[in-house]
């Protein structure tokens, strides 16, 4: 059989002219079309090619170099330099451009903001071409580790300890220097000593910076390196991480919004993350749909006083555990005299209130009741009696469980699984996503809009076509310049 072998002496003639690269229907075309679309004055960047000064590279053609970067796993200034001299998809869209990696890295790093909003926009920009509906919206959050260190994270005592050592430090060295320059000796250099004071200063802000963070929030521990990140606990194991927090919409499975939060847990998360998706709709959704981590009666609440109707399962509905006997269903609730009846038709009188978080305990009259009762060990074995607490809103719990018992609702949270862990899978997977590259909270909102970005242009290109997208957005359908 034969082989064919390849010439890397052939003479060959390649075109003239760098359209000629990239085929018509190849999707760097349609990343191409959809960074154009965007509103460059509401990303809050200028483009003027009157302004005065040393020539920049085009905004537009950075912007696209990080969507459609992210979009295939290239992420590194390093990486994104290389790919703009080797890769032709990355040449074409950039027109020939070549920006170091230094010149990649200070653009992402001063326009931090600009990319957190491009997500929305995005977002927005699916509603005006029919693909997001809006009206039933699924949450669901995933664990993606920081640039830091789960070691680095230290208790309040620590850092106070190391900012004594590091003061008493800096005194050392300030008397050292005094000391040479009076005695202009030749032993000290006060150059390494100017260098270990820039050094010991640099590390005494990161230490105050680290305090401070412990005197605005209530955390009991901040990483070193990243003080808006928090260990966490996922599959992996424990490591410093960001919780993102993700709402996507029924219709076609886009991310409406996306959010890195350092809260370890979803219990807070359900009605903001909600809340900040209708904004960006610009309209009240009818159905709100999470797992079981987001099951907080109080978040809750404030989304049904709405009008939202919302399915989460309580804990035990998710375990699908039978009911124990002698359970809290059990016993029956008097509203007006605010008391439980035993199955017995014994009484559970109000005995305490616990205000900070709302629940209501209910305990038996006379604890010698219970002894008598020939339930006793199986309702309960407490000597004072059977107890029942009732959370400040126990009637939105019954309701929200009821709500989520119902076919109809069992048939919207069966889609729950495809909806909200296809983003994670594809960003995690294919955009091999296990880690942020930037630090702080702000450089990580703006890596998680350009990777939920990245999916919904991705999937975009599924329902349209390359082609078919282009065409939508250069079309008039679209408001943007």
């Known amino acids: 059989m034969a082989y064919r072998y390849g010439n890397r002496t052939q003479m060959q003639i390649l075109p003239y002219c760098i359209e000629d690269y990239i085929a018509e229907n190849d999707p760097v ?24 000064g040393n020539p920049e590279y085009d905004p537009r053609a950075m912007f696209k170099l990080f969507v459609y970067g992210y979009s295939y796993g290239i992420k590194s200034s390093r990486k994104l330099e290389r790919a703009v001299h080797h ?29 957190q909003k491009v997500l929305k926009q995005c977002a927005r920009m699916c509603i005006k071409l029919n693909l997001i509906a809006g009206n039933v919206l699924f949450v669901d959050g995933t664990k993606i580790r920081a640039n830091a260190s789960a070691g680095m994270s ?8 190391k900012l004594k050592e590091i003061d008493a430090r800096i005194e050392r060295l300030l008397q050292e220097c005094e000391k040479v320059d009076q005695e202009e000796a030749a032993f000290g250099s006060p150059v390494e000593m100017d260098k270990e004071l820039s050094k010991a200063g640099g590390m005494k802000k990161a ?44 219709k076609n499975g886009l991310i409406v919004n996306a959010e890195a939060v350092k809260d370890a847990n979803d219990f807070n998360q359900l009605a903001v993350q909600i809340e900040q998706a209708q904004e960006v709709t610009g309209k009240g959704c009818e159905i709100a749909c999470a797992d079981a981590g987001y099951a907080d009666t109080d978040e809750l609440e404030k989304l049904d006083s709405k009008g939202i109707r919302v399915i989460v399962p309580s804990q035990k509905q998710a375990l699908h555990q039978d009911p124990k006997p002698f359970n809290k269903q059990e016993f029956k609730y008097d509203k007006e005299n605010d008391c439980y009846y035993c199955p017995e038709g014994q009484r559970l009188s109000l005995v305490d209130i616990e205000k900070k978080e709302g629940k209501h305990r209910y305990q038996i009259v006379d604890r ?37 018992r119902e076919e109809s609702s069992q048939e919207i949270y069966k889609k729950r699984k495809q909806r909200c862990e296809h983003p994670f899978g594809h960003i995690k997977k294919n955009l091999k996503t ?3 590259l930037l630090r702080g ?31 939508k957005l250069s079309g008039n359908a679209l408001a943007y310049a």
């Open 154 to 161: 230290h208790e309040r005592a620590w850092y106070e300890e």
């Open 29 to 52: 075309r349609a990343y191409d079309a959809f960074v154009n679309a965007l509103d460059f004055n509401e990303l809050g960047i200028e483009i003027n090619s009157e302004k005065v």
């Open 207 to 250: 230490i105050e910076e680290a305090l401070e963070e412990f005197r605005k929030s209530d955390c009991a521990k901040v990483n070193k390196t990243d003080h808006d990140c928090a260990n966490m606990k996922s599959i992996q194991g424990k490591h410093a991480s960001y919780n993102v927090q993700c709402v996507t919409d029924d």
């Open 434 to 436: 296990d880690s942020f």
């Open 87 to 115: 890769n032709l998809s990355f040449i074409w869209l950039m027109g020939g451009l070549k920006p170091d990696f230094k010149t990649i890295a200070e653009f992402r790093r001063n326009n931090k903001t600009s990319i």
């Open 368 to 404: 010698k009741i219970c002894f008598s009762c020939c339930h006793y060990g199986a309702c309960t074995t407490s000597k004072n009696g059977r107890r029942i607490t009732r959370l400040r809103n126990e009637e939105i719990k019954e309701k929200i469980e009821a709500q989520y």
């Open 441 to 471: 909270r702000e450089g990580v909102q703006a890596e998680t809009s350009l990777l939920g970005t990245c999916f919904n242009v991705a999937r975009m290109i599924t329902l349209l076509g390359v082609e078919g997208l282009i065409r």
